[in-house]
């Protein structure tokens, strides 16, 4: 592993967020190399004294693959692994390629695909050998193609494809997504760097099975679970692919459709790693990608992860108005989950109604929609024919019902919602 330090400041962060990736793609990492620099050299990144000191120990060792903490160039890339006499994998390849081990949707194998055709695409300026030699006749587009325009050809075809077939996939997800919005079901969005225990305390929450574990990217697929428990009424909760800095821009254009479903979001609760040392520079990243794709301005609500590893007691933070503004809990062992569920009973619930209303004879198809809800404790009818309920409903129930046509939606509205 190289690890360029362009400005001469040392980032141990980094060096272990980076260690961490090859850990995660599956490699085992055999050597670390620094390499201090002013400014990045045009053919190589880092210096060809270091390029030279590379090359002997991979010649040494028997290396097979060197891994860049950087972004590589075309020709960066193309000289190192020249120089080197090994594959030469820069930052953005090897998120690329962990992103690809990972998905197991559909929609996420495209979006993969696409992301990875994207980042090949600048890729074919390599001057390796088949991509000078002339090609014609049929198939080709013409006598004198080269093979590198008909690797460009055949790539923009293939671009153009996966970009119509998720095209199609977002279509399907704003249905969804205002299939939600008129059954008034508030949606709660989890985002946060990855590792941050976001799938582990969506599992609390949901009683749901998402696959957990202790590395980074270990989901991409979104998952969407109704949360039934909740003392104001049932809301949605996502879960969304983990953040994380200089998060490919091939990624993040490829899983925009995925990441905008935090924009129908009624909540956007950000999970931090409470034990983190560096959170405030990954909360800083996670706030940079929601600005990105427009959700900066959406309710938030800070949940501090794994207090279980840390001094800080579970609960509640107010701010000075009396909001919540963050809680403290450990998915793992459950502490501060009730504080979390008031939380978000507070930030997103309405409430409940609990009152005795008067429908009268006229209004037969509310009386009608209420015992369908299940939220009638006890009926008495008057010698007019008026029936007195006694009901227990929540408030996108009862605002549900004001749509209801005529007398009976006007009633609704003046009995239980004013």
Known sequence: MLHPVLDLSDDADSREEFRRLA???????????????????????????????????????????????????????????????????????????????????????????LAQLKHLSTRLVRGWTHLERQRGGIGMRGPGETQLETDRRLLADRIRQLTGRLGKVEQRRAEGRRARER????????????????????????????????????????????????????????????????????????????????????????????????????????????????????????????????????GLERDESGQVSAVWVSATTGDGMESLQRALVERVGEGRIHRWIAVGPTCQRLRARLFDLGVVLEERVDDSGTSHLEVDLDRRDARSLTRLDGADGKLAEQLLLD
């Not at 983990?242 to 091939?250: A, Q, S, T």
């Not at 034990?275 to 996670?286: F, N």
């Open 183 to 314: 059954g008034d079901i508030p949606l709660i969005a989890l985002v946060g760097y990855t590792n941050a225990g976001k799938s582990t305390l969506f599992n609390r929450l949901t009683e749901s099975a998402v696959m957990a574990r202790d590395q980074l990217f270990a989901t991409l697929d979104p998952t969407v679970r109704r949360i039934e428990n909740l003392a104001g009424g049932t809301v949605l909760m996502s879960d969304t692919v983990g953040f994380i800095r200089d998060l490919p821009p091939e990624l993040v254009a490829a899983f925009r459709a995925t990441l905008e479903e935090t924009l129908g979001a009624s909540l956007v609760v950000h999970v931090i790693d409470g034990a983190d040392p560096d959170r405030l520079r990954h909360q800083s990243v996670v706030d940079e990608v929601l600005e990105d794709i427009g959700a900066g301005d959406l309710p938030r609500l800070k949940v501090f992860n794994k207090v279980d590893l840390t001094d800080h007691a579970p």
């Open 23 to 113: 850990e995660s793609a599956g490699l085992t990492v055999v050597a670390e190399m620094r390499a201090p620099r002013r400014r990045p050299d045009a053919r190589y990144l880092v210096g060809s004294g270091k390029v030279e000191e590379v090359a002997e120990r991979v010649k040494a060792e028997e290396i097979v693959l060197v891994l860049v903490n950087a972004r590589l160039s075309p020709i960066q890339e193309r000289n190192l692994v020249r120089r080197l006499g090994c594959n030469v994998l820069d930052r953005t390849t090897l998120i690329l390629d962990i992103f690809a081990q990972r998905a197991r949707s559909h929609e996420g194998k495209l979006q993969v695909e």
